[in-house]
């Protein structure tokens, strides 16, 4: 048995979130070193966000309202993006846990906008089992562009978008 109990390590985690409407950003507290992890294992029905901002544009204020917290359904979210902040941005993954994966640049179609970017499968992995057979939720896209398919001037580069598998209406091969 263990003398000592182990402590969990609590990250926080910056980011904004696309729902069908609106944009909220803010930050979180959490165990997981990733967001996807997240929206996937912790947070899977609802996302408890501080110091949010709720928009119509993503870092925009426009007719924003700062709330001191957000409670948002993970089921509405469309994508969310992570933002590093230096003093709190994420470690680099445990070399221990990382998996080998190989990209696959496809263009998604979620709600309003068009994700382009890679998706990383395991090497014998085909795209249709990876999509249909896995239970998370959120997939994350690499290197990422986000387009708005209602304003063209909204257009986003992005390290890693995590997207809603739910509200993914179309998959093009690129």
């Known amino acids: 048995m263990l003398d000592k109990q182990s402590t969990l390590q609590k990250h926080v985690v910056h980011l904004y979130v696309a729902t069908g409407s609106r944009w909220v950003s803010g930050h979180f507290t959490t165990n997981h070193r990733r967001l996807i992890y997240c929206l996937n294992r912790e947070h899977r029905d609802?996302?408890?966000?501080?110091?949010?901002?709720?928009?119509?544009?993503?870092?925009?204020r426009d007719s924003s309202a700062e709330l001191r917290?957000?409670?948002?359904?993970?089921?509405?979210?469309?994508?969310?993006?992570?933002?590093?902040k230096a003093r709190d941005s994420s470690p680099p993954p445990d070399p221990l846990l990382w998996v080998e994966k190989r990209p696959r640049p496809l263009v998604l179609g979620v709600g309003r906008y068009e994700i382009a970017g890679?998706?990383?499968?395991?090497?014998?992995?085909?795209?249709?089992?990876?999509f249909v057979l896995t239970g998370d939720r959120f997939i994350a896209v690499g290197d990422a562009l986000i387009k708005s398919l209602d304003d063209p001037s909204l257009v986003q580069e992005q390290a890693v978008v995590t997207v809603n598998r739910e509200h993914i209406s179309y998959i093009l091969r690129t």
């Open 46 to 60: 609802m996302l408890l966000i501080e110091d949010a901002v709720v928009g119509n544009r993503p870092g925009v």
């Open 69 to 84: 917290v957000a409670y948002v359904s993970t089921s509405r979210i469309l994508f969310a993006v992570p933002v590093e």
């Open 118 to 130: 890679d998706v990383f499968l395991l090497p014998e992995a085909d795209l249709t089992p990876s």
